[in-house]
């Protein structure tokens, strides 16, 4: 277990050092999602109406929920590169625990995922957004989105094992996911979407947490599922965390 | 220890490895689908000692490696590497080998020195115990300069040396090296063949593969030459040049009419059939001492005139050939 920690902490710091030479992975959550709440504000914001609420400030959180949920795609092109230089056998063929690979590139995820956070929320302070409510359910709020983002970097760690080339890992992310950020009430009100589509969003993770998010930073009422959010972290933890070391083993040929 | 190993590795399956040796391994077989990459493996590699293991593309070389350095997992058989059993004790086992695969495993994002610090860290070193052996092993291997700049500004045979220092930080008392030399110029697999030696004489067991054969002549104690996942042949590398039949003698002919008698006068100290080309008789020897006086004065009796004439050595080239080349003959049999 000690050598659990500390070999994760070891892969983690592995996988930070790297990023900021890895240029473009560095504009992926850094500019990238300033650009989205700008275009997002400025090119729909207009014409999307929200009764009750600013659309910035309905905007920040659906936004702050996808940013994240998309940020674990660091780890299936890391997991799926180092799978692809070998790094992954020289991995193995140390005497460190073997969960520490993948919980170290998880754990990366987290600490980029708070920085993207944070120039998310800088960027939303500045064009309108505000935080409604006291500091307690901020902060939950904030704990809420990173778990989120955490359990999907699972779920990222297990596509990204499963193809054969980071290419693919990107394509087979970006159809899994978007969608899924889309057809919620992340960017438009649920209750806008055409019948089938809002069933599907009114079951949908991401809608969830993204009401949830609202209610904690901007007191929006939602229908009270903050469990429900936490419940869904829970469950996608406990499917894609299994999948994904069981898949580390099956890759390794064994 | 050699030749018939095809038929004796029936018989000794399930033998158990020889707990004497760095790396021993009794009745390894691997498939991958329909493809059998390794059927009954035996192999056996003294302490202190180089084992070259030779063969074409898609022999087997790399799942060996694999499976004697836990990566793979063997669908039966059973191996010893430095004391510890496979299946059943891979996890301290990989405390005592170092491996270099046939890619280079390094992190391109990462300095040398930061590569070598994490592999050290891994192995459960402090911070600054792992950067210091780090620094020695840059210095080791040349790479001083390099230490601080990232991976992928490096020539492959850097990296490869990178590769390598990586596989020692641990002085692991094993050592897998996959085509440790493959892409390396003539310069740099000089300098790793000086690498190698020096960690044999500290006592470092070493099993290699490549496809070079002076690189095996070089380095390698004893020789396996594995060919569809079978050992055909095991030796040193002169037990093998002698299974091809010994030296070979070339008689260069005054006059090429005079080949017959050449070879009638040279008849009594053939090992094999003589062949006759445009003035050149070969033969096989089975003594050097003495053979090419003996020749010599055997066709002067016969009045055959000598342009030339030389002891030839066979090559693992020759082996090699050799070899394979039964290899698929023996196959075709029940
Ligand atoms: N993971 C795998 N999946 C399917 N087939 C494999 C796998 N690994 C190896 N093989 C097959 O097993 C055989 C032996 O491969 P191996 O890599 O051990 O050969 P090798 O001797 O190392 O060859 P090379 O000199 O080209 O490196 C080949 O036919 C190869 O295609
Ligand atoms: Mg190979």
Redo the contacts with the bound molecule.
Sequence with gaps: MRRLLSDTLVVTERNLIRLPRAPELLLAFTFQPIMFVLLFRYVFGGAIRVPGISYAEFLLPGIVVQNIAFGGFVTALGLNEDMQKGLIDRFRSLPMSRAAVLAGRTSADLFTNAVAMAILVLTGLVIGFSFQTDVVHVVIGVVLALLFGYAFSWVFAFLGLLVKTPEAANSVGFIAVFPLTFISSAFVPGQTLPTPLRQFADVNPFTIVVNELRWLWTGQPSPDQLWQAFAWVAFILLVFAPLAVQRYRRTA?T | MDGGTNSSAVSVAHAAPNPEAAISARGIS?S??E????ANVDLDVARGTVLGLL????????????ILTTL?RPDSGTAQVAGLRIPGQEAKLRERIGLAG?FAAVDENLTGLENLTMVGRLYGSSRGAASARGRELLEQFGLVDAARRPVKTYSGGMRRRLDLAAALVAKPPVLFL??PTTGLDPRSRLDLWDVIETLVSEGTTVLL?T?YLDEADRLADQIAV?DR?QVIAEGTSDELKDRVGGERLEVHLEDPAQAEAAVRALAPMCSDEPTCSDGLVRIGVAHRTGAIIEAVRRLDEADVGVDDIALRRPTLDDVFLALTGHAAEAEAQP
Excluded: S
Aim: charged content about 20%.
């Design positions: 040929g | 691997r991958f689908g493809v059998r990459a390794l063969g074409p593309n898609g022999a087997g070389k790399t799942t060996l490696v694999r793979l046939q996959d085509e593969t496809q594995i996942g």
